[in-house]
């Protein structure tokens, strides 16, 4: 059984243009020390899959230098490895006018050369909003099993708040076999939407690109999936654990906020051989002074801690100040705080500065949000 991966860096930057002016989706910070990518990235290196290609759009300096050679997950090798594969001149493009791809099946055009150059039968695509710690192996035998030609993975809803509008609603029959597929309208009961994780044989996929650039198709669910729904053999796979997914700032702050929760955080970090692996640096450990007082919060390595920190997530190189009080936020890498100040439910980017005395404040709707380099 030979699969290789398939990953798009780009495809949700609109959600969250805060922290994808600078960075794309893929290499938004989360929980402490990771990036998104490392999810889908971990996913498929924790099931066997060594020929990995991740699709950029723009804004990949970061993301590049995060995967760097791949040696932190196993795929500096001369065989197979990832592959960074950015925007280039393809017939699709020509043809387009050289416009960069703003879809999931443009994208997918835009590596086509790279799909069909696959030795291997099945290739697994994967976007990078989505958080979860999934077992691909499982998913893949039963892609197999099931004679499918394409598998999408699912998951229950449990409110509407778990809904974005870009969502697909998913139907299938009792054996699976998907009987329906369409957008999220915003205002109907759903059951089960798709992850957007799939596992498609190599030959399927290479047909549908070829027959996407043939009719000017630009719409991977609607215009490839829905066209063929009772024709081809396209199945679900419902996951049933942990899943979050990065929609929005507002979405970021509520889930970055669930690590707190000990089932949250075990069901993505805490599984058995299934490892998140991320860009190791040596940092020392994290400093706390005898006045520091530290609650119900994740902190990384780095860190100096001189004030009150309550219900937050610090990420590496962070400098609490004497008499600071931060609660319900999230200080990215090397964000310094004066002596003095009070946060709540603020996100501070990159390399921010706090000056002293200052006292910012948002709401977990709406927190409050300060761009990387920024001194306040």
Request: glycine share 8%.
């Amino acid at each position: 059984m030979e699969v290789a991966g398939l990953i798009l860096s780009n495809i949700h930057n609109a959600s969250i243009p805060e922290l994808t002016g600078i960075r794309t989706m893929a290499s938004i910070p989360f929980g402490c020390r990771y990036r998104l990518v490392d999810f889908p990235l971990s996913n498929m290196v924790n099931s066997g899959i060594t020929n990995i290609g991740i699709v950029t759009h723009n804004n990949y300096r970061s993301l590049m230098d995060h995967i760097g050679t791949g040696k932190d997950w196993d795929l500096a090798r001369r065989s197979g490895g990832i592959k960074i594969l950015p925007p280039y001149i393809t017939t699709y493009d020509t043809t387009n006018g050289g416009k960069l791809y703003t879809t999931r099946l443009e994208a997918l055009m835009g590596v086509a050369g790279f799909i069909s150059g696959c030795k291997e039968d099945y290739i697994v695509l994967s976007d990078c909003d989505g958080i979860c710690n999934i077992d691909l192996n499982d998913v893949i035998e039963r892609h197999i099993d099931s004679n499918a030609e394409l598998t999408i993975v699912t998951r229950k809803v449990g409110s509407a708040e778990d809904v974005a509008p870009r969502s697909k609603v998913i139907t299938s029959d009792e054996n699976g076999r998907i009987t329906d597929l369409y957008s999220y309208l915003g205002d109907e009961e759903v059951e089960e939407i798709s992850t957007n994780i799939m596992v498609a044989n190599k030959t399927f996929l290479v047909n549908a690109i070829s027959e996407a650039g043939s009719y000017g198709y630009t719409d991977f669910y609607r215009d490839v999936v829905a066209r063929v729904l009772g024709k081809a053999r396209i199945y679900r796979y419902l996951y049933e654990g942990i899943f979050v997914q990065i929609t929005s700032l507002e979405s970021y702050f509520k889930n970055s906020m669930k690590l707190l929760e000990t089932d949250v955080r075990d069901g993505l970090f805490n599984v058995d051989q299934r490892p998140i692996y991320t860009k190791l640096r040596n940092s020392a450990p994290t400093r706390y002074t005898g006045k520091a007082k530290v609650t119900n919060s994740f902190v990384a390595d780095g860190c100096v801690i001189e004030g009150t920190v309550e219900n937050s997530i610090l990420f590496r190189g962070v400098r609490v100040g004497k008499g600071t009080v931060v609660k319900n936020s999230i200080l990215l890498q090397d964000t310094f705080t004066g002596n003095n100040v009070s946060l709540n439910c603020v996100i501070t980017d990159k390399n921010v500065v706090i000056r002293d005395e200052r006292a910012l404040s948002g709401h977990e709707s709406m927190p409050f949000f300060i761009p990387k380099g920024s001194m306040v």
